[in-house]
């Protein structure tokens, strides 16, 4: 037995209106049951309020007998007699105690013994930065030659000498401490280095490069106008480590 089907008829035809008009009415049920109110009703009793008359008892006034306050005191008058005067008072003449012109003073010579007083003169170091001395330090090594030569000399020297004898700090690399400390010195007029100062991240890395610097051979000292004078110096020396 064959199914019978009529090719005219679709079923999927108006599908699409369908579920736009089923779709619409969800949405409508929908906007309809989130706007719906209710409100709550609430009895409101009405009784009668009876107030009843209260009477206050009057309190009798009680006077007592106080006594009268005291009179005031009676005023007392003085009798005020004037009298004469019949003793003269002197009037006592002060004399100035102070010293005229005319009033000759005496006065003892004091012996004083006057020594020769003799002035010692001291002469003052003076100070005088690298960059304007006008001969600089030589470095040992460095000795004949001209003043650009010679100060590019001192500073290739002082590098060698820090490279050479460079250590980091143990304790350095323990704390992971690294940066640049600036040292300045003092070489003085007998070539000596002195007056060491540094500053840095840390103390470790200062003392390091303090003990550096003094570790720096005696020169021939700077000098200004023909005179050995202090030379002060400025170095940086960086602390840095390589994490392997």
């Known amino acids: 037995m064959k199914t019978k089907k009529n090719p005219e008829i679709e079923i999927g035809r108006h599908s699409s209106i369908y579920f736009a008009i089923g779709l619409n009415l969800m949405l409508f049920f929908t906007w309809q049951a989130l706007e719906y109110k209710t409100y709550d009703s609430k009895e409101v009793s009405i009784e009668a309020l009876v107030v009843e008359k209260q009477f206050e008892e009057d309190i009798p006034i009680v006077q007592l007998n106080t006594p009268p306050p005291p009179p005031p005191p009676a005023s007392v008058t003085e009798a005020i007699k004037i009298v004469e005067d019949v003793v003269e008072v002197e009037e006592t003449v002060i004399e100035s105690s102070e010293i005229g012109l005319e009033d000759a003073v005496s006065v003892e010579p004091i012996p004083v ?26 470095f040992p090594g460095c000795e004949g030659l001209t003043k650009q030569a010679a100060i590019d000399c001192f500073k290739n020297k002082v590098t060698e000498h820090i490279t050479k004898n460079f250590r980091y700090p143990q304790a350095a690399l323990d704390l992971e401490i690294q940066g640049r400390v600036s040292v ?61």
């Open 113 to 138: 013994a006057v020594q020769a007083v003799e002035v010692e003169e001291v002469e003052e170091e003076v100070e005088v930065p690298f960059a304007v001395i006008e001969k600089v330090p030589v």
């Open 184 to 244: 300045i010195f003092v070489i003085d007029s007998q070539g000596r280095i002195s007056s060491i100062k540094s500053r840095g991240p840390d103390e470790i890395l200062e003392n390091e490069a303090e003990r550096i610097i003094s570790l720096l051979p005696k020169m021939t000292p700077g000098t200004q106008r023909g005179v050995p004078v202090k030379v002060s110096y400025a170095v940086p020396i960086f602390f840095k480590y390589r994490v392997q």
